[in-house]
């Protein structure tokens, strides 16, 4: 990764404001958007980060733990205890792999199976509370994929 050389005299003095700060407006944004999902998801009895899970698994059922990982850019240690609350909840099953023991698959359950028909109407919400047309929430996750693959692409 290339560094930009930088000096007092080249920078603005705003640089360092925080309003200035595109980090800080995607986590202010961020803030905003779990607190939408923080009562849309209550009903339902899951967390955000259990959410994902669950919609990983929606997509695609029974994953090894290493695949849900790397489709929500987790590692295992961040994972395994959503997953022990989800299991605990009733809403998926671990199975260790029987050719080796390490590997552990994660599947839905019937209950996982019927909270999808509860959360169907989520997005819609989402998207309702952003007060975005459809056309303006294709482009800015197009523009969030694009920046999250530079930034994984040049961090060190």
């Known amino acids: ?9 080249s920078l603005p003095v705003q640089s360092l404001a925080l ?4 980090c800080f407006a995607l986590y202010s944004t ?14 339902l009895g899951l967390t955000y980060p259990q959410y ?7 997509e695609r059922n ?11 850019f987790l590692d295992s240690p961040t994972l395994t205890p959503l997953l022990k609350r ?16 390490r590997q552990v ?7 996982g199976k019927r909270l999808r028909e509860r959360a169907v109407a989520i997005p819609g919400c989402v998207a309702a509370a952003m007060e975005c047309s459809p056309g303006e ?10 920046m999250r693959s530079k930034l994984y692409k040049n961090a060190t």
């Not at 958007?33 to 009562?39: E, F, I, M, P, S």
């Open 1 to 9: 990764m290339h560094k930009p050389k930088s000096s007092s005299a």
């Open 19 to 22: 309003d200035q700060q595109l």
């Open 30 to 43: 961020l803030l905003g958007l779990n607190k939408v999902y923080r009562g849309l998801l209550k009903d």
């Open 52 to 58: 994902l899970v669950m919609l990983v698994l929606w």
């Open 62 to 72: 029974d994953l090894m733990v290493s695949e849900i990982g790397e489709r929500l």
């Open 86 to 101: 989800l299991e605990a909840a009733g809403f998926v099953a671990r199975n260790r792999s029987g050719a080796d023991e």
């Open 105 to 111: 698959f994660v599947s839905l359950t019937a209950a």
């Open 137 to 146: 929430i294709d482009l800015l996750r197009s523009q969030l994929k694009d």
